[in-house]
């Protein structure tokens, strides 16, 4: 029954959100694939890669935002934060739209607990979710 719903929920969709969605989780996929399998090394260069971009379009961050939360909660995997910052990144660049992408951590109950987050014209793209209590750690972009 869900995945009926989940189909028809698609359907409903544009072509162009459609698309958008396939993007978004194809992205969701490289990106959890290359933080297992290559060292951060590898893959930090290109995250501090940023486009010659003038002002931020908010029609695409907005979209980006939306197919990247749908991918993310529709995925066969676990599409955590860090991904999902990866995947809207690629997906901004692409489009020539500058952004950052932010690590920061907090400890809770004696725990290091890590969070990324995505932010393209001082707006949060991804990863809002837990932001006020971390301290941010490092940025690339």
Do not use: Y
Request: charged share 20%; aromatic share 4%.
């Amino acid at each position: 029954m869900q995945l009926s719903r989940k189909l028809a929920s698609f359907l409903k969709m544009t072509s162009r959100q459609r698309l958008l969605v396939l993007e978004a989780a194809s992205l969701l996929g490289v990106s959890r694939f290359a933080l297992l399998v290559l060292p951060f090394a590898r893959i930090e260069p290109w995250l501090r890669r940023r486009p010659d971009a003038g002002p931020v379009d908010t029609a695409t961050v907005l979209a980006v935002r939306q197919a990247v939360t749908v991918a993310a909660r529709n995925v066969p995997w676990s599409a955590v934060c860090l991904p999902q910052a990866m995947a809207a990144k690629a997906m901004l660049a692409r489009r020539g739209q500058g952004s950052v992408l932010h690590l920061g951590a907090t400890m809770v109950d004696g725990r290091l607990n890590a969070h990324a987050w995505l932010a393209a014209g001082g707006e949060i793209v991804v990863g809002e979710a837990g932001l006020p209590e971390m301290t941010p750690l490092t940025r690339f972009g």
